[in-house]
């Protein structure tokens, strides 16, 4: 079992910046393919951005340039890096994590952007 925690969300003007953590339990956190996933109200959760094992990295289109996924594995940790925030960009934002053929959820943390 695999139990990831989010932390770094909160309320961010237009063109802000926010950083966003996830912390997994396990001993083979190299291995984990990890997502960020987004929601929301009213829409369907959408993958955000994800990164390999390997280190290779995808982005949502909307998101290309402005977001960046990255992983410590050290830390057991897989980071967001959002810039230029936009109020479209508001949303839950989970942790996604697979590994051995099984998927492990965050439990989410909400992201704001708004003046």
């Known amino acids: 079992q695999v139990q990831l925690t989010e932390v770094g969300g909160g309320l961010v003007q237009p063109g802000g910046s926010l950083r966003l953590s996830c912390a997994a339990s396990?001993?083979?956190?190299?291995?984990?393919?990890m997502r960020w996933y987004r929601q929301a109200p009213g829409k369907e959760r959408e993958l955000v951005a994800s990164?390999?094992?390997?280190?290779?990295?995808n982005y949502a289109d909307s998101v290309k340039g402005r977001f960046t996924i990255s992983r410590d594995n050290a830390k057991n940790t897989v980071y967001l890096q959002m810039n230029s925030l936009r109020p479209e960009d508001s949303g839950v934002y989970s942790c996604?994590?697979?590994?051995?053929?099984?998927?492990?959820w965050g439990q989410g943390t909400q992201v704001t952007v708004s003046s």
């Open positions: 990164i390999n094992s390997l280190g290779n990295t």
């Open positions: 396990g001993n083979s956190f190299s291995l984990y393919g």
């Open positions: 996604h994590a697979r590994y051995r053929g099984s998927l492990y």
